[in-house]
């Protein structure tokens, strides 16, 4: 028996359509006939059509929850395609929210499916969320995992979470008024430059099933009021070393009672890591000041800290290749020598690893004329603003 009643209430009868697809579940302690009416009846929020959203929807859906709701703003991309596993090859371009949508109703015909082709904001979230009895929080930023932290405390729903790094993954169960919420798994966020995004640091491939299955486990448990809940517990996961820890979790006595939803302000940089304004430039300026470098009206060296298999998918035209180890274990001594004594402009893929680079070469500039700036947002905002057609990975 679960220490928590079951999240929601019994629907109605199960249709012979229902019960000999359920079959499975129909003969299981604990959820039974009486169980599948509530995963029948039960409405569930999957944030993120992503990594941790597409095994999410696809088991959820397969179990039989009636009502499924999708929160996804972003489009479908090739380099989605290696862990995202409910999109297809065909589905490249499409919004998130629709190619889920119909991979869903393909699965399941018996499941209702609502989209909302939008970010989860402080505008919106507490009307979505509200909508529902439980949240699956796949997302995969900082911001929107507070946003949904708020707005199901001040709804009073459930959130099962998720996140996946590289080859590790997090689970937990939040819930305000029963057990801690995700503030006090994470009071702030982390500095900018702290954490990479999955699209700096990567992700194992098959990591989003192991982590998304168990979120459906639990949400399962929730709906259905069976077995014991990570309700105060957090579930680390290492892919690599195959193995499990459980961290016990409380909540804040101390904690302030959330009022709105807050989307967290920007967190400063860690000491010698933050990056000025002035240390920054837009894909716009880069453009210009390429054309200007064209015409012999500028001088500077591009400097890309990437890898060369990046290089390979897409470049900026005249960028020299440094990678981004070499300038940590070499400083300046790994710049080609038109690059001494030269302004620099580094850039990577999205901007983590090109703000490194900048503050392991500040102390050599300082007291120099040169100057040394980074693309903001890098090779992603690259393409969007100056090259819609080169390929974004």
């Known amino acids: 028996m679960s220490p928590l009643p079951p999240l929601v209430a019994p629907g109605p009868d199960l249709t012979r359509a229902e019960l000999e697809r359920y079959a499975r579940h129909l003969t299981l302690p604990g959820i039974g006939p009486l169980g599948q009416r509530r995963l029948k009846n039960a409405r569930v929020l999957v944030v993120g059509a992503g990594g941790l959203g597409a ?18 703003d972003d489009v479908v991309a090739v380099s989605n395609l290696q862990r995202q596993v409910v999109h297809r090859t065909a589905d490249v371009g499409r919004p998130k929210a629709d190619s889920a949508a119909e991979a869903v109703t393909a699965l399941n015909p018996l499941v209702r499916v609502r989209t909302h082709p939008c970010r989860l904001t402080a505008d919106n979230a507490v009307e979505i969320v509200g909508q529902y009895d439980l949240v699956v929080d796949g997302a995969d930023n900082f911001a929107t995992r507070y946003v949904v ?5 001040l709804t009073g729903v459930p959130c099962v979470w998720g996140s996946i790094l590289r ?15 995700y503030r006090d798994l994470y009071p702030e966020a982390p500095p900018d430059g702290e954490v990479p995004s999955c699209a700096e640091g990567g992700v194992f491939g098959m990591l989003p099933a192991t982590l998304g299955s168990v979120m459906v486990t639990e949400a399962v448990k929730l709906i259905t009021g069976t077995g014991e809940p990570l309700l105060g517990r957090v579930l680390l996961h290492d892919a690599l070393a195959m193995t499990w820890r459980e961290l016990r979790l409380a909540a804040d006595p101390d904690a302030a009672p959330v009022t709105e939803v807050a989307e967290p302000e920007a967190v400063r940089a860690l000491p010698g890591r933050g990056v000025e304004p002035s240390e920054t430039l837009g894909a716009a300026e880069l453009a210009r000041l390429l054309e200007r470098r064209g015409r012999g009206e500028a001088a500077f060296v591009l400097v890309d800290v990437r890898e060369d298999w990046e290089r390979e998918l897409v470049a900026i035209p005249g960028a020299v290749p440094v990678p981004l180890q070499q300038l940590l274990e070499r400083g300046p001594d790994a710049l080609p020598p038109e690059a001494r004594g030269a302004d620099l402009v580094l850039h990577c893929k999205a901007g983590a690893r090109s703000a490194t680079a900048l503050a392991a070469l500040r102390p050599y500039y300082a007291g120099r004329e040169e100057r040394i700036r980074h693309l903001e947002g890098g090779v992603l905002a690259w393409v969007e603003q100056t090259d819609p057609g080169a390929p974004v990975y």
Request: zero cysteines; a negative charge.
């Open 55 to 72: 095994p999410a929807l696809q088991y959820l859906a397969a179990a039989g929850v009636g009502t499924l709701g999708i929160v996804d």
């Open 149 to 153: 932290a708020d707005a199901t405390a």
């Open 167 to 181: 080859f590790e993954g997090q689970v937990s169960v939040f819930w305000a008024g029963h057990g801690p919420t």
